[in-house]
């Protein structure tokens, strides 16, 4: 009795997104077409509730729980609010473009919290087995709800290309952890760091483990040259899913990052730096060049992704806590621009109309000016443009990777920035300064309406905290020691 408790207490967030998975399950049997809703409503209840319980129960120092194979502290906390919070909104998002694609069910909310709450054990992942769990329930949901739509031709294609590169990367990622398994004998991280330690560096086990499992995590991350199934998930999904997607699961790639390279694997960071190195150079390089040619907006996205993906790898690299907590802010601030900027595409979609090409933002300034001011706000902050959220996160980054000793990389990180701006200001010139193909007003629903404002101005707001929420990611990664 004495250990359930604690093991309860510790998990309690996870718990109740599972047992409310079961629960909107069940009631969603009893449910007509009609009243689908009541599972939306209870979906969204169920994220709100577990941010109180995370909030309440907040873990200033690691409680371990389940045998020590789960672990419970600030990084985990904070990640989880951030995951639920992200969950909300891109729910809350997605209701009336499911209403319209008739994909408003009850499977599609009980697929969303599983990945959750994969997500969510990812984060407090304390032992190899738990972390594997958690990706694979969130990736397992994610390849069912890009499938969901059952007549597009598209999805379906989508999420067979994600399923069988998605298993390949699981199973590099799971036989990386075989082979560390080899050499501890240990699947506890927190042993596999202190056996790795004792290790000669020149181990060849070691060094093959850790090259699947870091190919196995650039996959997850959608870094180059792991990357080639972002453009194709995110444009062939629908629009709901591929906010999903490019969201919240960004969060629990840098929760395992943290956990497995940095927390089990740091005696090997002299190995798995210059691996990270190549590989934020190309996402950088790649991600941004090959962007500039797409006519979808999707795509466009994807690519775009792929090049955040290698700035926030700076942080990573400069393997420090003030590095280590620029990529944490940077990753918060890139999912919350990833969020309005689908946001926006679902805005501008309607019934048996999907907003995806970049023609179709021509002349929004003369439908609705302030959507296009919101557009704008996210474009300004994925570019980096001051005084934008995402001019802070990338100035963090660069400034981690400058201390590090890598002026090189920041110098090649801030070219590859102005070349990444063309394309984000030819969505704005498309806005302001073309004509509009369809004339007739924006019509949208007072909740979007709302939800766009509060993640627009969010972009700018937050500058005047900007040190205090930095801080709270340092004090965050400072709790995992």
């Not at 483990?209 to 194709?232: E, S, T």
Request: net charge neutral.
């Amino acid at each position: 009795m004495n250990v359930a408790v604690p093991n309860i207490a510790a998990g309690a967030p996870e718990i109740s997104i599972f047992a409310m998975a079961c629960v909107i399950l069940i009631v969603d049997l009893f449910l007509d077409d009609s009243s689908r809703y009541v599972g939306f409503l209870l979906t969204l209840g169920t994220l709100a509730g577990t941010a109180v319980l995370i909030v309440h129960g907040f873990h200033h120092a690691p409680v371990y729980a389940f045998h020590h194979m789960f672990v419970a502290d600030a990084l985990s906390d904070t990640l989880d609010l951030a995951i639920c919070g992200l969950g909300f909104f891109v729910l809350a998002y997605s209701r009336r473009y499911l209403k319209e694609r008739g994909i408003f069910q009850g499977e599609y909310f009980v697929l969303a919290l599983f990945g959750i709450g994969g997500m969510m054990v990812m984060t407090s992942a304390a032992h190899f087995l738990v972390l594997y769990l958690g990706l694979e329930l969130m990736a397992l949901s994610q390849y069912a709800m890009v499938a969901l739509q059952r007549d597009s031709s598209r999805a379906t294609e989508a999420s067979m290309k994600y399923f069988v590169l998605g298993a390949l990367a699981s199973g590099m990622l799971l036989y990386g952890m075989s082979m560390l398994y080899g050499v501890t004998g240990s699947l506890d991280i927190e042993t596999v760091r202190q056996k790795i330690a004792m290790i000669p560096a020149g181990n060849v086990v070691l060094i093959f483990g850790l090259v699947f499992i870091v190919v196995g995590l650039a996959f997850k991350l959608g870094a180059v040259p792991f990357h080639m199934w972002i453009p194709d998930v995110y444009d062939g999904a629908p629009t709901a899913v591929t906010l999903y997607v490019a969201t919240m699961p960004k969060i629990a790639a840098f929760a395992i990052i943290m956990r497995l390279l940095v927390g089990g694997l740091q005696g090997l960071a002299g190995s798995w730096h210059e691996m990270l190195m190549i590989m934020a150079v190309l996402s950088m390089a790649i991600g941004n060049v090959i962007a500039i040619a797409q006519t979808n907006i999707k795509r466009m996205l994807a690519y775009s992704a792929i090049s955040h993906m290698g700035f926030f790898l700076l942080g990573i690299i400069s393997a420090g806590p003030e590095g280590y907590g620029a990529a944490m802010f940077y990753m918060l601030v890139y999912a919350s621009m990833s969020l309005g900027a689908f946001g926006m595409v679902i805005v501008m979609s309607r019934a048996g109309f999907e907003a995806d090409n970049l023609d179709d933002f021509k002349g929004l300034n003369q439908r609705s000016p302030w959507h296009a001011f919101m557009m704008l706000l996210f474009m300004f902050s994925m570019a980096g443009i001051p005084p934008t959220a995402g001019f802070y996160a990338k100035l963090l980054v660069f400034q981690a990777i400058v201390n590090a000793g890598y002026v090189w990389l920041a110098v090649v990180g801030v070219l590859l920035s102005v070349v990444g701006a063309f394309y984000y200001l030819r969505v704005i010139k498309l806005m302001y300064f073309d004509a509009p193909a369809d004339t007739s007003k924006l019509k949208i629903d007072a909740d979007l309406r709302l939800m766009i404002a509060v993640n627009g101005i969010a972009m700018i707001a937050i500058t005047p905290w900007v040190g205090a929420l930095v801080s709270l990611c340092s004090r965050a990664i400072h709790s995992m020691s």
